[in-house]
């Protein structure tokens, strides 16, 4: 599929759900659709999981969708915040799988506490260098444990941080440094093992976007912005608990 074609797709899917139109899911859904979500894995139909949206909509009401997506061929990258939800306004990363024009599989990762800043539009960048950069950071910087060495290569000079405590400034060396004590602490007790398992990297423009499974840790979806070939901004609201099938 082409990247139009793909956003199409899911420019539809929050289409219907700002209006509340559930009843219409198996238009932008299905037949089924794989759901790759922080308590795990489920395949649901498309008129199944519109009942189940109906329900919600029933309780809560219609909610506000804002989002930002960049397409790589079938897959979807979503930066996305749902605002006056019961618990308050919440962001979270989201991926989405597209055939025939409908969404088919989907991986969303925990939702944060806070209403994030979306990225803005998808800015010009090379996507072959920019999913390098991303697999330099994960093999080298990463699995090598050059935090101190690489991070001032690799990130900044201030690298934002949109998690689920917030948004956050900090220079390329304090963030090696944070990650040289945490993941320190971490091999201490559990041995020096690979940090990250495995991954899939989709780029567009000056996006990149990762489905990941960090052992223990459970999976994770996570989205950069690259400026001058360095990582200058992320959104990542944290680990599912469960290691999907990425």
């Not at 956003?7 to 089924?32: D, F, K, M, S």
């Not at 990258?77 to 969404?103: E, N």
């Not at 900044?156 to 220079?171: K, L």
């Amino acid at each position: 599929m082409t990247e139009s074609e793909t956003l199409n797709a899911v420019n539809r899917w929050y289409a219907l759900a700002g209006t509340g139109q559930w009843q219409r899911i198996p238009e932008a859904a299905g037949p089924t659709y794989t759901r790759h979500e922080p308590a795990g894995t489920r395949v649901v139909t498309a008129d199944d999981y519109a009942r189940e949206i109906g329900e919600q909509v029933a309780q809560r009401g219609v909610l506000k969708w804002e989002y930002s997506a960049f397409a790589d061929n079938d897959i979807a990258v979503v930066v996305l915040r749902a605002l006056g939800t019961p618990r308050g306004d919440i962001s979270t990363v989201q991926a989405f799988r597209v055939a025939d024009d409908k969404l088919v599989e989907t991986w969303v990762g925990p939702f944060a506490p806070v209403a994030w800043p979306l990225p803005g539009d998808v800015g010009e960048g090379d996507g072959d260098a920019n999913g390098r950069l991303l697999r330099r950071w994960y093999e080298e910087m990463y699995e090598q444990r050059r935090f101190a060495e690489l991070a001032p290569e690799l990130c900044g000079p201030v690298f934002t941080r949109h998690e689920a405590a917030g948004t956050s400034d900090v220079t390329a060396e304090e963030y090696g440094a944070r990650l040289a004590s945490s993941v320190g602490q971490r091999d201490e007790v559990e041995g020096r093992t690979p940090l990250i398992e495995n991954y899939r990297v989709f780029t567009s423009g000056d996006r990149v976007g990762v489905i990941g499974t960090s052992g223990r840790r459970g999976s994770y979806v996570q989205v950069w912005r690259v400026k001058d070939n360095k990582l200058v901004e992320s959104w990542w609201s944290g680990f599912a608990g469960v290691n999907w099938e990425t």
